[in-house]
T-cell receptor, first 113, second 111 residues
Framework: DSGVTQTPKHLITATGQRVTLRCSPR?????VYWYQQSLDQGLQFLIQ???????AKGNILERFSAQQFPDLHSELNLSSLELGDSALYFC????????????FGQGTRLTVV | QKEVEQDPGPLSVPEGAIVSLNCTYSNSAFQYFMWYRQYSRKGPELLMY????GNKEDGRFTAQVDKSSKYISLFIRDSQPSDSATYLCAMDDTGRRALTFGSGTRLQVQP
């Protein structure tokens, strides 16, 4: 167990809907990363937060947004869902802005039907 | 062309074999190199981390980085069925950004 908790584990929803994925980082970790893993694209970086502030953006669609709250948990919001958004979404956390210390959660498997 | 290329496999070996997993990359600025293991339906788990060129050993695992060739390797000695998983390489330039991952190599160790 990495200590990073993601909920829900599985999510099935229809096209056009909006969902929220939640990540609780390891105790004391200030940095949170979101990644998307699909069969054809591999692990793709979406967005990074550090102590409540956005630090970096990767290949994140405009339909997607995220935030990190004062208690350091993070949420990834996905809206106007399309079939192609079906993927595993991972959250990783690290104590500082050092990615060599990042630990991943178990992921949320999103299926859009 | 992807920044990080990794043979997807699957790679099937008998128990006890030495396994060699490799990645090539195009960004010469990369200095931090990591190997992750991912079991089916689980999150990636950090195995090894290497800074710049050279070798690093941890038990049955050895990571090698050849920056001149832009090539990294992970060797697994005395492979076990429990090593069956997907192995992902990942890298970064500053150690502070999000990682760039390879697509992963699926390894099967046959008992």
């Amino acid at each position: 167990d990495s200590g990073v908790t993601q909920t829900p584990k599985h999510l099935i929803t229809a096209t056009g809907q909006r969902v929220t994925l939640r990540c609780s980082p390891r105790s004391g970790d200030l940095s949170v990363y979101w990644y998307q893993q699909s069969l054809d694209q591999g692990l793709q970086f979406l967005i990074q937060y550090y102590n409540g502030e956005e630090r970096a953006k990767g290949n994140i669609l405009e339909r997607f947004s995220a935030q990190q709250f004062p208690d350091l948990h993070s949420e990834l919001n996905l809206s106007s869902l399309e079939l192609g958004d079906s993927a595993l979404y991972f959250c990783a956390s690290s104590p500082r802005l050092v990615n060599t210390e990042a630990f991943f959660g178990q992921g949320t498997r999103l299926t859009v039907v | 062309q992807k920044e990080v290329e990794q043979d997807p496999g699957p790679l099937s070996v008998p128990e006890g074999a030495i396994v060699s997993l490799n990645c090539t990359y195009s960004n010469s600025a990369f200095q931090y190199f990591m190997w992750y293991r991912q079991y089916s339906r689980k999150g990636p788990e950090l195995l090894m981390y290497t800074y710049s060129s050279g070798n690093k050993e941890d038990g049955r695992f050895t990571a090698q980085v050849d920056k001149s060739s832009k090539y990294i390797s992970l060797f697994i000695r005395d492979s076990q069925p429990s090593d069956s998983a997907t192995y992902l390489c990942a890298m970064d330039d500053t150690g502070r950004r999000a990682l760039t991952f390879g697509s992963g190599t699926r390894l099967q160790v046959q008992p």
